[in-house]
């Protein structure tokens, strides 16, 4: 075994072989001085063969081939840029959409956060049987900052939203703990006033230099600015906010998102196993704020995943992410996509190696083994990966750019490709060579294969893996389109939500309350207001809470859960087939959906309902996609809102004339109850198309794959059947002087190619209802195995890839039948 | 012509039990195993420099370029902590052997 450092130590001799060689030469003659000075017998070695042997001495020989190899390959390569050129581009796109697609799950899920030490921090959340939450009361926050020993270095974050001057947006605050900017390692001293991020301070202050110590309107008071965060630092979340504001001690039951490191020695097992404990001690300690069974999830902390989890909150166990499904398709489409790009270049090599073979058959009668000409292709196969995932890079950062900025990513993610990505890329590159490389090196090397079967297995792939990526762009395009032209239930157009979250800003129950009831009446005043409710969940919002409901058979119900109050119904535009809508406590409606599964064919009205205890069914609503656009497997239940409530309420406000004229009066009229209060106000409308924007990036996004794949295998199949043709020349010549037709002989020289195709279409099937079962949930309206979605790809593929094949094959009966005997 | 005729792996411990007494060049080291032999080796310089590399790249000797006692610019080889611990390890192998060797023949004579 050879260890590291020998090796090294060889390719440095090699690296300075020159070098290396001039000096032995040198000591050479110094030796022979020296022997003749000193009378001894001069030595008679022959210089040349000393140098040999100890180059061989060196044990680097083996390199040195490789290096001899490669540089051949190269040389091959530019000789030939008709093949080169195309090949390289080819393994360009398949190994840059995979680039891609790996340098975004890596910014996310692997790149450490740009703070201080990332790799310690963990990302404290709350869970019970019963439900779970990423934000901890202050009180529980203070409690573990006081008594764990696995954790240290404790920051708490609270996001609002906070008045400014008149006639400004709102600012995007935080609160955040003292310790906040020196444990994410910003050389930001600790202050009593506001820190501006850097985007903040472009926008509102054009970037001036003496902007500290100015002061800031914020809640009516003036803060003065005490410094500006440098461009790239995030802070604790995706979208670094406006200002950041000292967290002077606030309410108990104020909810805060949790950092904190763990120690040296430790891990976040060991944190949670220590706050498995503390968590309930603090529900005997305050069993108001700490939940029944509760535990302490210690996440890694250190990555953008985890900003991404914001507030999220819910009933039941956390589920999966639904975003993980679809990364994991995406990932599969763009393996996909490589693995066609390798069949073609395959393909290409094994056209190639035929024109090769009197060279290769010389090479070999001058003495070189079968395993020496092997390696010598591999090289150039290996030669043409590294070019490819050069380009592929690079190609993969440039669609990286684009992504971010369609997706609208913040700026302070920088898609430049790390080390982990150039090492992705390397692999895929090394991974590729060992797929379309093999093949020409044992046909090369003359062992036992057969080329015809290899054609046949490779058009096979490529038709599979063409297909999958066709039938998973077509279902996604038609749930889209499903999505988008099946109305989601109730009628956004003429909808506004004003949302004051009054909750953040630390109001109590009966505060909020007081405060809604004068929102709700000064928004009715408001001329061409029709109606107004309130309600918990935002409909097309960020937040929402789901219930799973066990029915002890079949899929459990997933129910979302609104707390309402007022003209509800009326004011989203709901259908309302039976009964009406809750009036007064304990009362609730629930969806068809609900009610079917729940109560089978019986009427509900009047029956006790099986969810958040002793409510009374008093209606059914038609099925409405409040949340998810694309989610029609929700029910719904509309549970009239308790007192306790309030704070988390927003108001809905149907219009009777044009939106337009209404929107813009209802920031005064909130003014108008309370200053200090500056409330989001959203059209409906707006929110409903920023939802469908995310399927229908999706959409766009696969289709564009799709594309790419169906581009790929049509040029392949060209290539392919080209060759074929052209193999078979003499054959067709002579049939078409016997006088056979035309159609025959094209159906003859076709046929070949039908088993594979049919194979790799009944594969590919097959391989796409498996993976499109990951989206099960993005599919709206439409079922993973949509005959419509199947049929189109299956129709589209052999349609283009008929005339993809057709083209070389009539060019080949065309053929002048006695030049085609003359031949060669 | 034969290159040595020394057992494989030898020449390697005669040049690293020469350097253990200080750096030298090439050249000194053919003499010097020559004069410590009594004359009887003779180390050719077409089996001495492709042992040099040879133990240079297992890093048992390092090589610098200084000035000869001629005044000319010549390699110095100088044996490493590594070299050492090879030496010691290969000479304590040849002990056992040597005695191992020595006991049998002397087991036969008798």
Redesign the interface.
Known sequence: MKSP??VF??LR?LLRLRRNEE??A???A??R???E??G?AI?L??EL??RE????????APFERMAQDLRFAFRMLAKDPGFAVPAVLMLALGIGVNVAVFGFFSLVYLRPLPVREPDSLIRLSRQSPERYAYTLPYAEFAFLREHSRTAHGFVAMRQVRLATDDGLPALQAQYVSENFFEELGAPIARSEGAVISYSFWQRRFDGEAGVAGKPLRVNGKLVPITAVAAKGFPGLSMEPPDVWLPMDKPADDAEVQVWARVAQDGSPAAVEAEMRGLALNFRRVRPELGWEQEWIRAQAGGHAASLVRGTRSGTGPETADGSNAVLLLVASLGGLILLVACTNLGGLLLARGVSRERELRIRASVGAGSGRLAAQLFTESLALAALGALAGLGLGYGVSVGLMRYADLPAWLDPAPDWRVVLFACGAGLASALLFGLAPAMQGSKMKFHAGMARKVLIGAQVAASCVLLIVSGLLARSIQQATDVPPGFDYEQMAVVSPGLAERGFDASRAGEYLRRLEERARAVAGVESTALTDTSPMGRSSTVMQVDLGSGKPLEVLLNHVRGDYVKTMGLRMPRGREPRRAREAAISELAARRLYGDGDPIGKPLAIGGGYTVTGVTGQARLVRVEDGELAQAYLFAEEADMAKMMLIVRASTALETVLPELPPAARAVEGSVIPEVQAMRTAYEKKLEGPRRGAVAVSALGLAALVLACGGIVGLVAFAVARRTREIGVRMALGARPVHVLGNVLGEFARPVLAGLVAGVAAAATLSQLLQRQLYGISHLDGMAYGGAIGVFVATAGIAALVPAWRALRVDPAQALRGD | MPKNDMPHGALALLILRVLQGGSL???AI??KIHLLSSEVLRV???AL???L??I????WVTST?GV?E?G????FYKITRAGVKHLEAELAAYERTHEAIQAVLRGVSE
Do not use: C
């Open positions: 450092m020998q130590r060889q001799y000096g032995l040198e000591e050479l110094f030796h001085e020296m022997a000075r000193e001894n030595p070695g022959n063969r000393i042997e100890t180059r061989d001495a060196s044990g680097a | 060049h090439g050249y053919a003499q050719e310089e077409g420099y492709p042992a590399q040879k240079e790249i297992n890093g370029w000869s001629t000319r610019r010549v390699r």
